[in-house]
Nanobody, 122 residues
Framework: QVQLIESGGGLVQAGGSLRLSCAASGRTITNYAMGWFRQAPGEEREFVAAINWSGGSTFYADSVKGRFTISRDNPEKKAYLQMNSLKPEDTAVYYC???????????????WGQGTQVTVSS
């Protein structure tokens, strides 16, 4: 079992930055890909970014490419999402997830955190 806890969300003005953290406990996350997803009110959960087990491969949704950066620290059992140039449309609850492969598919991830709210004001 892997337990995931997100932190770092908050309220920020458009153009600002936030860094989300995902702390894992339980089993090591070294063998897992990590993903970040987000869900706005009334919307489906959508893929934001993913990283493979070693950190050597990263993947991004087109809407965040060039603005967000995913990273991980396996010894610390943490994953991160650096979010720059934030826009009001980035407002959502952000979730981290762990799975076998770094895919864009919600159902392919086995473990999920409880989410952290990100609100970007215009």
């Amino acid at each position: 079992q892997v337990q995931l806890i997100e932190s770092g969300g908050g309220l920020v003005q458009a153009g600002g930055s936030l860094r989300l953290s995902c702390a894992a406990s339980g089993r090591t996350i070294t063998n897992y890909a990590m993903g970040w997803f987000r869900q706005a009110p009334g919307e489906e959960r959508e893929f934001v970014a993913a990283i493979n087990w070693s950190g050597g491969s990263t993947f991004y949704a087109d809407s965040v490419k060039g603005r967000f950066t995913i990273s991980r620290d396996n010894p610390e059992k943490k994953a991160y999402l650096q979010m720059n140039s934030l826009k009001p449309e980035d407002t959502a609850v952000y979730y981290c997830a762990a799975g076998v492969y770094p895919t864009t598919v919600v159902a392919s991830y086995d473990y999920w955190g409880q989410g952290t709210q990100v609100t970007v004001s215009s």
